[in-house]
């Protein structure tokens, strides 16, 4: 309701003036409930068939369940695909996206996202901040190079060769050194039966420390060890203290002090020649009717030594030994035929 108030402060002017003031009432009774208001629409949705990852910066069509909520220009993130650009839309549940970016940020073009993947609003990168700072002793190093620290940034040069392992070296200054494995570096035991089908150990360039063709490893007993290769001829035999070591070979406590094979030629005049190399023999032999004479480079040490002949062929039937001393060997050579023999002086 309205009340008039006058507005002048001397009630004994002629001049008054009044004003109009509404007073609230009393509230009156509640009115009826209104109608429910229309359902809002998801700011999200889901992909509704596959689709194959375009290259970056190109577009695809991707079918979702509702695109209403989407504008064009809009950036999205389809989850198992990555972030897009929305660059049409053709209908409520057909859309065309532009791939924003390469892997590893989306993943890589030829992709297939599958249906029922997540699509949502989203953001996109912020521009490339600028480059921080070097780090304090940092050293740029070569390929395979290795920054340690050793009270200070310490810098390991790539290794020499491709054959090298990185070990503690307490004495070097960044306490790790570039190495090879020795025979003293391996422990532990070995299966024999860990062979590969080609009949090798796997075991290739283990314990290869720069040693020599026909070098051999032993365990002796705390360790894996080398055995360096023996003189041509010397046997392989069971020394002090368990050890292996190379020996010259002997027979029956003989030691064999010459021997080779003997070509006896059928001429005119008949011959005779080593055939191949002989051993401590010197020059060429000689021929006297059948006897063939043979003399040591290096004189016998036995005034008494034992030979063997042995023939090769029937036609050497009736060989045996004229005379023997410390410096040469006879040795009758049988019937006229061509033949060979092998002889052995053992002292």
Known sequence: MAITLNQNTDCCETTCTSTTVNVAGPAGAAGATGSNGAAGSNAYTTTGADFEMPAVSSTVAVTVADSIWMSVGQAVYVSGGGYFEVTAKASATAITLKNLYAAPTNV????????????????????????????????????????????????????????????????????????????????????????????????????????????????????????????????????????????????????????????????????????????????????????????????????????????VGSAALGLYVTSISTSSLVVHAGTANAHSFHFAVFA
């Not at 521009?127 to 390991?156: N, P, R, W, Y």
């Not at 035991?189 to 290739?204: D, E, F, R």
């Not at 006896?264 to 008949?270: A, R």
């Open 108 to 311: 890589a073009a030829g992709t297939t996202v599958t249906t029922g993947n997540t699509v949502s609003a989203s953001g996109i990168k912020g521009d490339t901040g600028a480059t921080g700072a070097a780090g304090a002793g940092a050293v740029l190093l070569a390929k395979g190079g290795l920054q340690t620290f050793s009270t200070s940034s310490t810098a390991l040069a790539v290794a020499t060769g491709d054959t090298k392992f990185l070990g503690i070296d307490s004495s070097a200054a960044t306490g790790l050194a570039w190495d090879t494995v020795k025979y003293s570096d391996l422990g532990g035991t070995l299966a024999l039966n860990t062979v590969t089908t080609s009949g090798q150990l796997p075991l290739a360039g283990i314990a290869n420390a720069g040693g020599a063709a026909g070098d051999i490893a032993y365990w002796n007993g705390s360790a894996w060890v080398k055995l360096a290769k023996g003189t041509t001829g010397h046997l392989l035999e069971q020394g002090s203290s368990n050890a292996p070591q190379w020996a010259a070979p002997t027979t029956n406590d003989f030691n064999i002090e010459a021997m080779g094979r003997i070509a006896y030629t059928d001429g005119s005049p008949d011959t005779v020649a080593f055939d191949g190399t002989a051993t401590n023999c010197a020059g060429s032999p000689s021929l006297s009717g059948s006897d063939v004479t043979i003399n040591f480079t290096t004189a016998i040490s036995n005034s008494h030594p034992k030979v063997m002949l042995t023939p």
